[in-house]
């Protein structure tokens, strides 16, 4: 559980104004709107049940909800409500409640368990469901990384989510993605946890100190050139104790709990990284990004001027890392002082 007041989240009171729920609002969320909006102080009953447009019981009961889902809302007969702490297991209308906070709209799943979560938006949008639109799950049982890898998923505390798009666009627009991306959730992950060398590492992992905190996968429709869907995927690794994790993966993984030794609030890293992976992607389909990313990629790279492996299938190749190039390729420089451009493969540090 993440507690409150702890946390670095800006103190706002309720807003206020007359307009309260939206038809089209789940109550719970709205509730839980409310109790963010004015953390940690308490917001009172008839307030809650004028904006509501529900009796003072009717909100009791509402609050009683979600207490049974796992939310720890203190009740106090003279002041109201307040939202205590909150939960490391996803709750929907939490994470809704977050991603209104963010001023974002996205329709959000939130399922206990799923076998991967790119598979699940893969599954949605094969079914037609309107895009953009994330998946989420507390616990994956064939959470997958690149190349048939896995991506351990164990549950609570960790993010593993996907978002569905169509952009229905030239391949080209897009080939930055995941770069892109990486950078953006850098940034804001570096923003948020206060953590000093958050990196990341061509093409696809976020590090810290060499160890990897987080991952991304892309996998795309692609049809004559266009890319017709697309699903971005993170994994990252939050509320996780070195403990959890298991033998093969102690040496090289790490947690946002490990490096700062403080638990964070999942929901709002979840809602934090739909609104910037939204918006990233928009940049993409706007054009443009590449010499930006080229310009700021220096300062995130985890591979900036370090001796490197490259696997590319049967070929391997050594060489120094010299940042990226405006196709997004990994600039290496070769022994006899040639620079090679490397479009995808596995990347490894050598002493
Ligand atoms: C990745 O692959 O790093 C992309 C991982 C993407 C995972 C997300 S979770 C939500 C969505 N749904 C999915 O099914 N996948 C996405 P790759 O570069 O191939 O790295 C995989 C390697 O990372 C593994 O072989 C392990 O060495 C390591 N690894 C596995 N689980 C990890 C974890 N929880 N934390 C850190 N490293 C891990």
């Known amino acids: 559980m993440a507690k409150y007041p702890q946390g670095k989240r800006k103190r706002v009171s309720p807003k206020k104004g007359k307009v309260g729920v939206k ?34 019981v009717g909100v009791w009961s509402r609050v009683d909800r979600l207490r049974k889902a796992g939310l720890s809302i203190d009740a106090s007969q003279n002041r109201g409500y307040r939202l205590v702490a909150e939960p490391n297991l996803l709750n929907q209308p939490l994470l809704e409640a977050w991603l209104k906070e963010c001023r974002k709209n996205c329709k959000v799943f939130v399922l206990d368990e799923v076998d991967s ?41 960790n993010l593993y989510l996907s978002m569905g798009f169509r952009p229905d666009v030239d391949l080209i627009k897009l080939r930055s993605f995941t770069l892109w991306q990486g950078l953006k959730i850098a940034m804001f992950l570096s923003s948020l946890t206060e953590i000093d060398g958050i990196s990341v590492k061509w093409p696809n992992d976020l590090v810290y100190q060499k160890k990897k905190i987080g991952g991304m996968l892309t996998e795309a429709s692609i049809d004559c050139e266009r890319v017709r869907s697309l699903i971005f995927g993170i994994g990252l690794n939050v509320n996780c104790p070195k403990s959890r ?53 220096r300062d995130w790279d985890a591979l900036a001027d370090q001796k490197v492996q490259i696997s590319m299938g049967k070929e391997k190749m050594t060489g120094k890392a010299m940042g990226i190039d405006l196709s997004g390729g990994l600039r290496v420089k070769l022994r006899n002082g040639r620079i090679r451009v490397v479009q995808a493969g596995e990347v490894t540090l050598r002493k």
């Open 23 to 56: 038809k089209t609002e789940n109550p719970s969320s709205y509730v839980l709107r409310m109790l963010l909006a004015a953390s940690p102080h308490y917001v009172s009953g008839s307030m809650m049940a004028q904006k509501l447009k529900m009796s003072r």
């Open 117 to 157: 979560t790119n598979s699940e938006a893969e599954r949605r949008l094969a079914n037609g469901e309107k895009a953009p639109f994330a998946v989420l799950a507390n616990t994956q049982t064939k959470g997958r990384g690149r190349m048939g890898r896995s991506w351990n998923s164990p549950k609570g505390g």
């Open 245 to 297: 994790f298991p033998p093969s993966l102690k040496k090289i993984a790490t947690s946002i709990e490990s490096v700062t030794g403080q638990t964070f609030r999942i929901h709002e890293i979840a809602a934090k990284i739909i609104k910037a992976t939204m918006e990233a992607y928009k940049d993409c389909l706007e054009g443009g990004v590449e010499s930006t990313l080229m310009e700021n990629w």
